[in-house]
Structures are given as structure tokens and as C-alpha cells.
């Protein structure tokens, strides 16, 4: 069975810094492309950010320059380190396989 957890969000200052991971397993992770994407109240779910099995890395404009994604093959465990967050970041983040299967998400919200 595939499962997906993320964590690590929370309420933050205009500014500041979130670290998410996302646990996987029921299937090879580090063989497919794992991606976060986000949906804010109201709003479609929004690709963030996709990495490859080959290390590659693919973001959306918005958070080019202030998003980094990784992940530990080993631990399994995709990660997506969040900076100079804005308010247009709040948002419900998610993980997703390359199949489209999305686990439990993580709140993030930004707000002083």
C-alpha cells in the first residue's frame, strides 16, 4: 500500500523558514519522480516542485530562488526547504508520486 505523510508545517512570519518532509512507502521511491504541490483555500492544487530519480530538479516561478527540493533515498523521505516565504504561500502542501497519488497533506501558513 503507498502512503505518503508530510510534516513540518506551520505558522510563519512573512520572511521566514519551513523545512517539509514527506515519509513514503509501499513502492520504490527512489526510482520514480516524487513532486510537492500546494492548495490554498478557494484555489486548484498547484505544482511546486518536482526531482527526479536522477537528481533533477524542476520548480515553479514563484518560488524559483526560494525553494529548495531533496530527498534521502535511503530514508526515504522527500524534503522541501522553504524560504523567504510569503503570504501567497499559505497554502495545504502535499506530496505526490509520479502516478498522481497524493498522501496526507501539511499546513503552511504565513501571516504576522
Known amino acids: 500500500e503507498v502512503q505518503l505523510q508530510a510534516s513540518g508545517g506551520g505558522l510563519v512570519q512573512p520572511g521566514g523558514s519551513l523545512r517539509l518532509a514527506c515519509a513514503a512507502s509501499?513502492?520504490?521511491?527512489?526510482?520514480?519522480?516524487m513532486s510537492w504541490v500546494r492548495q490554498a483555500p478557494g484555489k486548484r492544487p498547484e505544482w511546486v516542485s518536482t526531482?527526479?530519480?536522477?537528481?533533477?530538479?524542476y520548480y515553479e516561478d514563484s518560488v524559483k530562488g526560494r525553494f529548495t527540493i531533496s530527498r534521502d533515498n535511503v530514508k526515504n523521505t522527500l524534503y522541501l526547504q522553504m524560504n523567504s516565504l510569503k503570504p501567497e504561500d499559505t497554502a495545504v502542501y502535499y506530496c505526490?508520486?509520479?502516478?498522481?497519488?497524493r498522501g496526507q497533506g501539511t499546513q503552511v501558513t504565513v501571516s504576522s
Open positions: 505526490e508520486t509520479k502516478d498522481g497519488f
Open positions: 509501499g513502492f520504490t521511491f527512489g526510482s520514480v519522480s
Open positions: 526531482m527526479d530519480p536522477g537528481s533533477r530538479r
